[in-house]
């Protein structure tokens, strides 16, 4: 059975910092991209940032560039997330994704959300002004 299960979340105040980690298990990744996503209450489910397989290239949203760093370790099948100078917008459930089809960040960042394959369970994020 595939999981991908993410942790790091919480509560942070404005400009603070948060590290976001998924761990992948039941197969590898190291072939396919993977990203992370975010829902804030009310709204819909959208894009943060994507990493290939090879962790090569990356791929973010334009409100997080320059604050947030995707990173990859394929020997430990894990993905994360550096998340900085954080603000109150920032704030939802994160989730990250992978699928089997995919190898390039770019192609992850605009793949339609029902079509991705896997999904942990989300983590909360927090941004308290």
């Known amino acids: 059975q595939v999981q991908l299960v993410e942790s790091g979340g919480g509560l942070v105040q404005a400009g603070g910092s948060l590290r976001l980690s998924c761990a992948g298990s039941?197969?590898?990744?190291?072939?396919?991209?993977m990203g992370w996503f975010r829902q804030a209450p009310g709204k819909e489910r959208e894009f943060v940032a994507a990493?290939?397989?090879?962790?090569?290239?990356?791929y973010y949203r334009d409100s997080v560039k320059g604050r947030f760093i995707i990173s990859r370790d394929n020997a430990k099948n894990t993905v994360e997330l550096q998340m900085n100078s954080l603000k109150p917008e920032d704030t939802a459930v994160y989730y990250c994704?992978?699928?089997?089809?995919?190898?390039?960040?770019?192609?992850?960042?605009?793949?339609?959300?029902?079509?991705?394959?896997?999904w942990g369970q989300g983590t909360q994020v927090t941004v308290s002004s």
């Open positions: 990493i290939s397989g090879s962790g090569g290239t990356t």
């Open positions: 994704a992978a699928d089997d089809s995919i190898a390039t960040a770019h192609a992850m960042g605009v793949r339609p959300l029902k079509k991705l394959d896997y």
């Open positions: 039941g197969r590898t990744f190291s072939r396919n991209a």
